[in-house]
């Protein structure tokens, strides 16, 4: 069963417009919720967290996200797009007893065009 | 070094072959992830260590691979008689602890595995 859906895999913005990058996920219970960033050839790097508290979370590079737990989303967001901010970005999850396993979503390929 | 680091960063093998990649986490931290990165699969998880045991290795697709971890450090990721299908990047992860969602995970660059 499909945990984690990022809606798009390649999204494309103009350098100084809004990111939108889109995650939903299907749990029976709250889960904990994770982005991350990887660039060509590295590997990924947490962008932000949501664990408990606080639904809207901040975090590195002027990116947030909103956990929406009626809409099962934790969708990515950044008001002006840089150019450094071209990279893949993934949506995980940690669901259930694991407390440790990330399940990740397909991934969605940022393009920013100057 | 500072971060997690992996070792090779490519592996060219034939179809057959036994492949052996290995990870350096960060100094300290006790737990340690090996996930598999394929264009197909996605990002998928194939075993956790917490030191040298490792109480969770469900991810791992078949008998063909296996993994250790010796000194509560250095882990190596064995696939035998690799086939066209492993080929993808093997990421390495650490985390200061096992369980909980506020241990980060630290990911190294991977190895790229290409089975010809």
């Known amino acids: 069963a499909q945990s984690v859906t990022q809606l798009g895999s390649h999204v494309s913005v103009s350098e100084g417009a809004l990111v939108l990058l889109r995650c939903n996920y299907s749990s029976s219970v709250p889960p904990y919720l994770f982005w991350y960033v990887q660039y060509p050839n590295q590997g990924l790097q947490l962008l932000l967290k949501y664990t408990t508290g606080a639904t809207l979370v901040k975090g590195i590079n002027g990116f947030e996200a909103e956990f929406k737990k009626s809409e099962t989303s934790f969708h990515l967001t950044k008001p002006s797009a840089h150019m450094s901010d071209a990279a893949e970005y993934f949506c995980a999850v940690i669901i259930g007893g694991s407390n440790y396993k990330l399940t990740f979503g397909k991934g969605t390929l940022l393009t920013v065009n100057p | 070094g500072a971060g997690v680091s992996q070792s090779p960063s490519n592996k060219v093998t034939e179809k057959g072959k036994d492949v052996e990649l290995r990870c350096d986490p960060i100094s300290g931290h006790t737990a340690l992830y090996w996930y598999r990165q394929s264009l197909g699969q996605g990002l998928e998880f194939l075993i956790y260590?917490?030191?040298?045991?490792?109480?969770?290795k469900s991810g791992l697709p078949s008998d063909r691979f296996s993994a250790e971890r010796t000194g509560g450090s250095v882990s190596t990721l064995t696939i035998q008689r690799t086939q066209q299908e492993d080929s993808a990047v093997y990421l390495c992860?650490?985390?200061?602890?096992?369980?909980?969602?506020?241990?980060?995970?630290?990911f190294g660059p991977g190895t790229r595995l290409t089975v010809l």
């Open positions: 260590f917490q030191g040298n045991s490792a109480p969770d």
């Open positions: 992860a650490s985390s200061l602890e096992g369980t909980g969602p506020y241990n980060e995970q630290f």
